[in-house]
């Protein structure tokens, strides 16, 4: 049986850091994660998964995330239910994550909130649209810099001279 869920998307809110009893950190937050396909206005909607992390990483996630926060989530789909005080049974689906990545800088500052937004400032430099700063390696004396994504081949406009035998496939 294979139980695994992988998703990428930002916090709806602040994480709740809570304690069991027997003192074991509990964090639950809700990531906002876009659909890959766009509806009949042209708009992309989003899923609003509810996750819930325990121990060391519910501290860390309560600690350096926040509304907004670009993450990504590893875990297992978990259902359960309880009776509320109404005395009504209440199915909940979540998401219990194995491991929570933190994918922008700690420092980051989103300048341009729009969907699809590619004039993004990640603290103070230029992002690549894929939350990597263009601000790579040391500058050179005509004031380029020697490593980064500044530097890369790939990003110029134009195409390159590849021979079918060089490639892999």
């Known amino acids: 049986m294979l139980n695994r869920v992988v998703l990428v998307g930002r916090l709806t809110r602040d994480p709740e850091l809570r304690f069991t009893p027997s003192g074991v950190a509990v964090a639950n937050f809700t990531l906002a994660v876009n659909r890959t396909f766009t509806n009949q206005q042209g708009e992309r909607e989003a899923d609003f998964i509810n996750c819930i992390v325990w121990r060391k990483q519910a501290e860390n996630v ?17 259902t359960r239910s309880y009776d509320n005080n109404e005395g009504k049974r209440v199915f909940v689906t979540e998401i219990v994550a194995e491991n929570v990545q933190f994918l922008e800088p700690k420092n980051s500052q989103r300048v341009n909130q729009g969907v699809g937004a590619s004039n993004e400032t990640y ?3 230029p992002a690549d649209g894929y939350g990597h700063s263009n601000q790579g390696g040391t500058p050179n004396a005509n004031g380029t810099r020697s490593a980064g994504y ?15 035998d060089d490639l892999p496939f």
């Open 62 to 78: 309560a600690n350096y995330l926040k509304k907004g926060s670009l993450a990504g989530v590893d875990g297992r789909v978990q």
């Open 150 to 164: 500044a530097n890369d081949p790939f990003s110029q406009e134009g195409s390159i001279d590849i021979s079918d």
């Open 123 to 125: 603290g103070g430099a």
